[in-house]
């Protein structure tokens, strides 16, 4: 039965359907005149016809007229359709991808219809997202060119007062050489983040071994011991020890890692420990990195991942760091099919990524 439903079916129909309106109008016309023959005024005039045109030239020509008529009216529905398909076209190329063609046909053209609305959308959602990807690399570039013009202004203003002799002695001339050294080492710490944030997201190959993460976290955290050290801090690991595969790039995850205990370090001083939780929980392993600092305040934890977002600018200043390191993060977390997420209350700050393990380890 599906023949029924296209639309050579369809002429076909209205084919036979004009002829057997014609043929029934014909015989209905016939018998009509053949009856108003005999009755006057009708005669005298049907005569004249029969004698001049003759009855079958006229059968011909009203059937042949007939019959155009009736399949011009019986195919009608079709051709508006295709004359709506065009036009939506036309629309469409014009750029209006909220065009919406209404054909409800069971048929080919309806077929065609509903394609033309699915690739319309389709368009329109390339078209965004493409915008959205344009938009984000021009605000990166803005904050950019922003992060690099600060630090470069003050580099250059004191290395002109130490060319143009503009100290008192020696004392001022080596503060204002160590000014702009600190300011180029911050540039320069903007730059590397910088790069390795571009490459990540800019389809570096990664590449992926087997990785057991709690000998991964114990062997990274050691690293962290003089930097702990230093701010009065200590650390402690908590999991089941039980073995935990993943598939990672080691040197990426060592990324992604180092962001967040760094971050726990600077941020969380006064807590006294780094806290390190690994747990299984069915196909994922559960990572969280806890410090006990001052909260992030709950309206700036949308925003943390964002690149070049600091808390409080002022209070961030203080530690100097770009506000790449949890973008960067992200997409690394990101790149390895897992999931990073932040909750800060008066007591904790807790990220927790969540990594798929890897099946049959
Ligand atoms: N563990 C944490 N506790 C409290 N605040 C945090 C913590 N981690 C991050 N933040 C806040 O989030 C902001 C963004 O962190 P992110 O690591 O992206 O940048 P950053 O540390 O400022 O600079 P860098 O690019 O050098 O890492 C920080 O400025 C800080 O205010
Ligand atoms: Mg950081």
Same mark, same amino acid.
């Given at each position: ?10 002429? &076909? ?232 595969? &993943? ?7 060592? =990324? ?38 001052? @909260? ?5 934890? @949308? ?11 002022? =209070? ?29 209350? =008066? ?8 990594? @798929? ?5």
């Amino acid at each position: 039965m599906k023949f029924l439903y296209t639309i050579r079916w369809k002429f &076909i129909l209205a084919v036979i359907l004009s002829l057997a309106i014609t043929s029934g109008l014909l015989i209905i016309g016939n018998q009509l005149a053949t009856y108003l023959f005999k009755v006057e005024p009708f005669t005298a005039p049907i005569a004249w016809v029969i004698n001049h045109i003759g009855s079958r030239p006229l059968i011909y020509v009203t059937g042949i007229l007939l019959f155009i008529l009736f399949y011009f009216i019986l195919s009608q529905q079709i051709i508006r359709n295709l004359e709506q398909i065009s036009f939506g076209l036309r629309q469409i190329a014009k750029g209006d991808f909220n065009y919406k063609l209404s054909i409800k046909s069971v048929d080919e053209l309806g077929n065609v219809a509903h394609n033309i609305n699915q690739m319309a959308a389709q368009l329109k959602q390339s078209i965004e997202e493409e915008r959205y990807a344009e938009k984000t690399k021009n605000d990166l570039i803005t904050g950019v060119s922003h992060d690099l013009r600060t630090p470069l202004t003050s580099i250059l203003g004191f290395l002109e007062l130490i060319d143009e002799d503009r100290y008192k002695d020696e004392v001022e001339l080596r503060y204002y050489a160590n000014i702009a050294h600190e300011k180029t080492k911050s540039l320069k710490s903007l730059i590397d983040d910088l790069f390795e944030y571009t490459r990540v997201n800019n389809g570096y190959r990664f590449e992926r071994n087997k990785l057991e993460v709690n000998d991964f976290l114990y062997q990274l955290i050691e690293e962290f011991v003089p930097s702990l050290d230093k701010s009065g801090m200590d650390y402690r690991i908590q999991s089941d020890n039980k073995a935990t595969f &993943i598939l990672a790039d080691a040197n990426q995850l060592v =990324r992604a890692f180092e962001n967040l205990i760094a971050n726990a370090i600077t941020y969380g001083k006064e807590g006294k420990y780094v806290d390190i939780h690994i747990s299984q929980v069915q196909d994922e392993v559960i990572i969280k990195v806890i410090n006990y600092g001052e @909260p992030i305040p709950m309206q700036e934890i @949308p925003y943390i991942f964002e690149r070049f977002y600091r808390v409080e600018q002022s =209070r961030s200043k203080e530690t100097g760091g770009t506000g790449l390191g949890l973008a960067i993060t992200k997409s690394i977390i990101e790149l390895h099919e897992g999931h990073i997420s932040v909750q800060s209350t =008066r007591n904790q700050t807790i990220f927790e990524t969540r990594l @798929p393990l890897l099946k049959n380890s």
